[in-house]
């Protein structure tokens, strides 16, 4: 199995339910989507040389897990900054 592929499976296993990326998503500022963006980039990359080294599916999911947790509460946070804006 390639790098490229297996950092993918684990995200797909702990990825946030699609409701919460689009609430997220729908108001979050275009500033923090971009951050966000590159977050998520950086991580997939990382994951990539860290599959390719050699590192244990259990380290590798174990980033995954947090990449997706960093990611969702930033959404939830920007919900929740605009609701309170509201």
Do not use: H, K
């Not at 499976?9 to 919460?20: H, I, T």
């Not at 599916?57 to 997706?68: F, K, M």
């Amino acid at each position: 199995m390639s790098a490229a592929v297996r950092p993918s499976r684990y995200g797909a296993r702990n990825a946030v339910s699609a409701d919460s990326i689009a609430s997220g998503v729908s108001s979050a500022d275009p500033r923090t989507l971009d951050e966000l963006a590159t977050f998520v980039v950086a991580v997939n990359q990382s994951l990539a040389v860290l599959s390719r080294a050699g590192t244990s599916d259990a380290e590798l999911r174990s980033v995954t897990r947090l990449a997706c947790t960093t990611v969702a509460d930033t959404l939830a946070r920007a919900a929740s900054e605009n609701v309170a804006q509201a």
